[in-house]
């Protein structure tokens, strides 16, 4: 089955600086690459996704990129503020008929004020 | 409009007992899934439910794990003969159409359950 690894395991970036954490995948099938956000003692939250069939994607702040050659694909937080301070879970889906989510084992960002 | 619930928020209870844990999800999402996280770890797919079809149980970790889905909406998941290494929070998921492979999931708050 798909295998998703995800780096580093704690980022710490002070206020205004950028973020970037990294994740690989092993299903050359996977066409899907949601990244999530949780926050403590709340459920993951979806905060930008992106299909196989495009390279990149941005949303205000957050941009995300997908090298499918590499197997690998990438979430990029800009201008940091203290409420991006979270835990971030990047997965990975196969078309294999049901879009069940392979995750990594998640980063723990902190942003310093 | 109201997005996925879970109940209870917190369970704990003694090894060997059974226990229930409940999803509503969100109205018009054909599409239930349930995750298991372990403290400090990723989250580790337990079974999907689409439509009328059969359930996908590829996830579970043992036969003491069971979960129905009633009516196309509420889920429940129920773990028989609890064990320690079962504590964890216990999420669910739904999507508007999960057969797509690329549906977003939208998950609920979890239930944290605790084993004694």
Sequence with gaps: GENVEQHPSTLSV??????????????????????????LGKGPQLIIDIRSNVGEKKDQRIAVTLNKTAKHFSLHITETQPEDSAVYFCAASPHYGNNRLAFGKGNQVVVIP | GAGVS???????????????????????????????????????FLIYFQGNSAPDK???????????????????????????????????????????????????????????
Excluded at chain 2, 78 to 83: D, H, K, L, S, V
């Design chain 2, 6 to 44: 879970q109940s209870p928020s917190n369970k704990v209870t003694e090894k060997g007992k059974d226990v229930e844990l409940r999803c509503d999800p969100i109205s018009g999402h054909t599409a239930l899934y349930w995750y298991r996280q372990s403290l400090g770890q990723g989250l580790e």
């Design chain 2, 58 to 116: 590829s996830g579970l970790p043992s036969d003491r794990f069971s979960a129905e889905r009633t009516g196309g909406s509420v889920s429940t998941l129920t773990i028989q003969r609890t064990q320690q290494e079962d504590s964890a929070v216990y999420l669910c998921a739904s999507s508007l159409e999960g057969a797509r492979g690329t549906d977003t999931q939208y998950f609920g708050p979890g239930t944290r359950l605790t084993v004694l």
């Design chain 1, 14 to 39: 002070q206020e205004g600086d950028s973020a970037v954490i990294k994740c690989t995948y092993s299903d050359s099938a996977s066409n899907y690459f949601p990244w999530y956000k949780q926050e």
